[in-house]
């Protein structure tokens, strides 16, 4: 298999601040990653594909100059949620794509709280 | 659109078979997957199928395909309480990149 882990895995931080979440492959390179959103009890919902040196894709409804994406080598996206308010909480999922498998992996996830 | 629905819930007795269905919209999806999550972890890739194919076995899991009626469902047989979960089901599209769209998922529950 392959790793992708998420730095932190939970995180409360006060309204207003910023928040940066780490998605790395440990033991495969990624030029595609993907950044999710998990409400309670719901699925996942997909925010974003991030691309290896060039601008991340959103989906429809999904604000770029909230959420700030970052894909700036083969192993590491950040995401990071700007100016953060208590509806900006909850459970986000990176995964990243091995293209040699054609599998997307996915990242433990990363619980947000804003108080 | 794209749109991918399964039942929110199942129950079934230790030992018995688990059937999980899932329907889904897009015609032009290549592959169909069931992943696991566990609380409060991420998604483990349990087992997919390729569009072209009505069924493939892995171990207590079965996987059956009606293209034509864009059902997809997952068997489980033996469920142990350890299988106790969410599973979602999802579709990639094509030209899509590799986008994937996710069910809601359904929470299977064991009973010892």
């Known amino acids: 298999g392959a790793v992708v882990s998420q730095h932190p895995s939970r995180v409360i931080c006060k309204s207003g601040t910023s928040v940066k979440i780490e998605c790395r492959s440990l033991?495969?390179?990624?030029?595609?990653m993907f950044w999710y959103r998990q409400f309670p009890k719901q699925s996942l919902m997909l925010m974003a594909t991030?691309?290896?040196?060039?601008?991340?894709?959103?989906e429809q409804g999904v604000e770029k100059d909230k959420f700030l994406i970052n894909h700036a080598s083969l192993t590491l996206s950040t995401l990071t949620v700007t100016s953060a308010h208590p509806e900006d909480s909850s459970f986000y999922i990176c995964?990243?794509?091995?293209?040699?498998?054609?599998?997307?992996?996915f990242g433990p996830g990363t619980r947000l709280t804003v108080l | 659109g794209e749109d991918v629905e399964q039942s929110l819930f199942l129950s079934v007795r230790e030992g018995d078979s688990s059937v999980i269905n899932c329907t889904y919209t897009?015609?032009?999806?290549?592959?169909l997957y069931w992943y696991k999550q566990e609380p409060g972890a991420g998604l483990q890739l349990l087992t997919y199928?390729?569009?072209?194919?009505d069924m493939k076995q892995d171990q207590r899991l079965t996987v059956l395909l009606n293209k034509k009626d864009k059902h997809l469902s997952l068997r489980i047989a033996d469920t142990q309480t350890g299988d106790s979960a969410i599973y979602f089901c999802?579709?990639?599209?094509?030209?899509?990149?590799?986008?994937?769209?996710f069910g809601a998922g359904t929470r299977l529950f064991v009973k010892a």
């Open positions: 999802a579709e990639s599209i094509r030209g899509g990149g590799f986008k994937t769209i």
């Open positions: 199928i390729f569009s072209n194919m």
């Open positions: 033991d495969f390179q990624a030029t595609t």
């Open positions: 897009d015609s032009s999806s290549t592959y």
């Open positions: 991030s691309n290896e040196g060039s601008k991340a894709t959103y």
């Open positions: 995964s990243a794509l091995r293209r040699d498998v054609n599998e997307q992996f």
